[in-house]
């Protein structure tokens, strides 16, 4: 543990002890456990703020496990203006407390772990406008939400949602009261299930120490069929294409599942990004490039509302596709009896996936080693080669020609077809043979037409070999042309 601590550089702006005009102090602790932070304040006042970051001995942390306090300075929706990433550990010179002044605007923060393995240590803070000057009350707002009968009735229970927003110092606190009983705080739906006719007040405090008038919503609430307590159990599964890191790439694709083997499920919602809820009616996507976060949720007809649950993924760009082929190339070497052919292919972009060649018309074969032809006469050998995204390159092909070993015997000064003298030297070749012996006019030919594509075949391969120039092998061209072989 103490080399990972040891290891790991994080960048800490700033680290200092925080002046006495700080206008407040918000503290995260930490211990060993990696799922979450043990403490962390969820709302702040824009200004000046000290920040606490304590993961030690004293916040339960006996194991030495490092963690991170890291603000998101990317992802959209949020401040991205306070850049702040400390390491603590128990083990570390200030025994795992550290202190940091920031200045906070209004609007959200993304706070992370970034400890690999401590992905599920997130959260936000909200932080709202100061001020001493807000002399203006919340607003606030009420619905009812739950399953209902014909004549209205909520059945079973009625969940009763309070909403309040404040442009000035920003909301303090939220008060709620049922039937006229005493105020309480209010942190989440408010459900009412005693049968008979209800009224439940609220109320909004600012920072500033303004109260809003109280507002109020009425309804019934009649028993239900059966006595089911039990919320809906709800998941999500997220799907896409996924890099080497994990990460999505281009788009996710999420899909919501909710059961209850009571009065079944009534509806199911989401929440994007901190966006509004919206109700689940069939898989959603996202494909923007970040990271984010996706909350849900799913009551059932009995108003039992399950606990909100959080999947968190990034989305990275997806790469550049590639459209090249490969690029081939092939050589030949000759010795007497037998050819040799070596194919070479390079791509850069995906690699290379395969490589094919094609012997005188035939099938197309696995190329895996150098292709030896040991047939004599004159040959064709094609090759081509496909890449890793399914680019194939054009078909190449190279001639060769395999000499008879102890068949080369004309020793003729010049090229002589058909007792034409052609006057070119008779030149020895790289298989030890000369231009007449591979000319071979005395073999048997089923035409004219035969001998001289054979002649075309094996002067083109004295060409590339740079025995002949284009020029002269013209010439013998046109001399077995004239010639009477084959007719």
Known sequence: MLALVAGLVVAMTPLLVPPASAAQTLTWTADGDIT?????PTTATAGETTIVWENSEATGNTLGMPHTLTFDTSTEGYNHDVTLNILASPFDATDGKHTATVN???????YFCTIPGHSTMVGELVVTSGGGEDTTAPTVSGAVTGTR??????????????????????????????????WQAYS?????????????????????????????????VVAAGDDDTTAPAV???????????????????????????????AS??????????????????????????LHYRAVDNAGNTSAVRMEHFTIVVPPVPDTTPPVTTATVASSP??????????????GVASVEYQLDGGAWTGYAAPVVVTAAGAHTLGYRATDNAGNTAAVKSVTLTVAVPGACSDTRATVIIDGDDTGIPNTVTGDGCTINDLIAEHATYRTHA?????????????VAAGTLTSRRAGTIVRTAARSSVGS
Do not use: C, I
């Open 268 to 293: 199911v919602e989401y929440q994007l990004d901190g966006g509004a809820w919206t109700v689940y009616t069939a898989p959603g996507a996202v494909n923007t490039a970040g990271t984010h976060m």
């Open 235 to 265: 998941s999500a599964q997220l799907a896409g294409a996924r890099d080497a890191a994990g990460d999505y790439v281009g788009s996710v694709s999420f899909t919501l599942t909710a059961t209850d083997a009571g009065s079944g499920v």
């Open 188 to 220: 989440s739906g408010v459900v009412v299930s005693a049968p008979g006719d209800h009224s439940v007040q609220f109320r909004a405090t600012d920072r500033a120490g303004n109260v809003s008038a109280a507002g109020s919503v009425t309804f019934t």
């Open 149 to 182: 009968d014909p004549a209205g009735a909520y059945v079973g229970s009625a969940t009763v949602t309070v909403t309040a927003s404040d442009s000035g110092s920003g909301v303090a606190g939220v008060e709620y009261q049922v039937d006229d009983a005493s």
């Open 36 to 40: 979450r932070y043990k403490s962390a």
């Open 104 to 110: 906070l605007t209004p609007g959200k923060y993304r």
């Open 337 to 350: 009896g037998r050819a040799t052919v070596t194919v070479t292919a390079t791509d850069a972009d995906s």
């Open 450 to 462: 035969a001998f001289v594509r054979h002649v075309e075949t094996v002067t083109a391969g004295l």
